[in-house]
C-alpha cells in the first residue's frame, strides 16, 4: 500500500504543476489584454505603455500647440461684445440733462466745462457697465478683441481732446460740438470695427451729424450735441441692450 500510494502522489503532481501553469497563462493573457484595451493606443495601434515614450511625447506636445494656436486664432477672430446697452442709455440720458445746463449756460467759458464734465462721468458710467456685463457674461475685457477695441477707441478721442483745448484757447467755441461729434464718431468706427456690427452704424451717425455742425450754423451746435451724445446713445443703447444682451 506504502508503494502505491507514492506512486499515485508521483502521477498527480505532475497533472496538478501543469494545471496550475496553464491557469497561470490564462490569467496573465486575460489582464494583458485588459490593460491592453483600457491604454490609450498610438496610430500604430499599440498602445501608450508599447509605443516609445519619445514619440509620443512630441504627439502629445503638438496636439497642445495645435490646440492653443486654434483657442488665440478664435479669440483674435472673435467680436468685442462687452459694450454695454443699459450703460448707454445712462450716458444718453446724461447727455441730455448736459444739453439743458449748457442751453442755459450764464458764460461763454461755462459751455466746455458743463459738457467735458458730462463727458468724465460718461466714461465712468460706460466702463462700469461694460465691467459689469463682461462680468455677467464671463467676456474677458482685455482678450484680443478687447485689446483691440480699446486700442483703436483711445487715439481719436486723444486727438479730440488735443483740438479742443486748442479750439478753446483760440476763443472758437462754436468748433466745439462738431469736432466733438466728429472724433467720438470716428472713435467708435474705428473700435467698433471690432465689436458688434451696431456699433460702428452708430459712430457713422455720429460722424454725420459732427459734419453738420462743422459745417452748418453754429447755433445748431447744442441742439446736434443733445441729438448725438443724447438722442443717438439712447438709441443705439437699447437696440444693444435688446439684441446683445444688456
Excluded at 490569467?27 to 484595451?37: D, G, M
Excluded at 453738420?212 to 446736434?224: D, E, I, T, Y
Amino acid at each position: 500500500m506504502g508503494c502505491t500510494d507514492e506512486t499515485e502522489r508521483g502521477a498527480a503532481r505532475p497533472v496538478i504543476l501543469c494545471l496550475a501553469k496553464c491557469l497561470t497563462s490564462l490569467a496573465n493573457s486575460v489582464t494583458k489584454s485588459f490593460v491592453a484595451n483600457r491604454l490609450p493606443q498610438d496610430p500604430s495601434g499599440r498602445s501608450v505603455e508599447e509605443s516609445d515614450t519619445p514619440g509620443t511625447a512630441s504627439l502629445q506636445s503638438h496636439a497642445l500647440d495645435n490646440l492653443q494656436y486654434i483657442r488665440d486664432t478664435m479669440e483674435r477672430a472673435g467680436s468685442f461684445t462687452a459694450v454695454s446697452g443699459w450703460g448707454q442709455v445712462v450716458v444718453g440720458i446724461i447727455a441730455l440733462v448736459a444739453a439743458v445746463l449748457a442751453a442755459g449756460a450764464p458764460t461763454p467759458d461755462a459751455y466746455p466745462a458743463i459738457w467735458m464734465g458730462a463727458a468724465a462721468l460718461a466714461v465712468v458710467v460706460g466702463a462700469c457697465g461694460m465691467g459689469l456685463k463682461a462680468r455677467r457674461t464671463h467676456t474677458p475685457l482685455f482678450s484680443g478683441p478687447g485689446r483691440k477695441f480699446v486700442s483703436s477707441f483711445a487715439p481719436p478721442l486723444v486727438a479730440g481732446a488735443l483740438l479742443t483745448a486748442a479750439v478753446v484757447r483760440l476763443g472758437l467755441m462754436e468748433w466745439l460740438p462738431g469736432i466733438w461729434l466728429l472724433m467720438f464718431g470716428t472713435a467708435v468706427v474705428t473700435g467698433g470695427a471690432f465689436s458688434v456690427r451696431v456699433v460702428p452704424i452708430m459712430g457713422i451717425c455720429f460722424m454725420v451729424l459732427g459734419a453738420v455742425a462743422l459745417l452748418g450754423p453754429g447755433s445748431w451746435g447744442n441742439l446736434l450735441m443733445a441729438v448725438g451724445f443724447g438722442g443717438l446713445h439712447l438709441v443705439f443703447g437699447v437696440v444693444i441692450a435688446v439684441k446683445y444682451g444688456g
